[in-house]
């Protein structure tokens, strides 16, 4: 039951997958953690000792993740919002930020579609 930032790691998965369940833990970054904890990555979460999930602990202690990284992102939108920056006004209008169409997708950001009523048609 490995237990790192306060997020359960999944115990049938590898060790280098499984820490990718931390919010800002990615593959690459997850092999060079377990390099580091010389601890190896093709190893199941459920098979750690003790002492690997520690030095995993550790290692994972040295990068910013989970609530940090989420304060400094969502501080970083809010600069960029205060300043008027072209990237603030987006994500405060609620569009795509990195330059995508809007024309015809973007409905993640936009939200569902609105119904815009149309003229009635005639019997002519």
């Known amino acids: 039951m490995a237990r790192?930032?306060?997020?359960?790691?999944?115990?049938?998965?590898?060790?280098a997958i499984g820490l990718t369940y931390i919010y800002g833990i990615g593959r690459?970054?997850?092999?060079?953690?377990?390099?580091k904890a010389k601890v190896d990555p093709n190893?199941?979460?459920?098979d750690l000792t003790a002492d690997e999930e520690s030095s995993l602990r550790s290692e994972v202690d040295n990068h910013l993740t989970e609530g940090d990284l989420r304060?400094?992102?969502q501080m970083n939108i809010k600069?960029?919002?205060?300043?008027n920056s072209y990237q603030g006004g987006r994500h405060r209008k609620g569009l795509p930020v990195n330059g995508q169409r809007t024309s015809r997708n973007a409905r993640t950001r936009k939200g569902r579609g609105k119904v815009v009523a149309n003229k009635k048609k005639t019997g002519k």
Do not use: H, Y
Not at 4 to 14: A, D, G, Q, S, T
């Open 4 to 15: 790192i930032k306060n997020v359960e790691l999944p115990r049938e998965k590898r060790i």
């Open 71 to 73: 304060r400094e992102v």
């Open 79 to 83: 600069t960029k919002m205060e300043i």
């Open 28 to 35: 690459s970054l997850a092999e060079d953690i377990c390099a």
């Open 43 to 46: 190893k199941k979460v459920a």
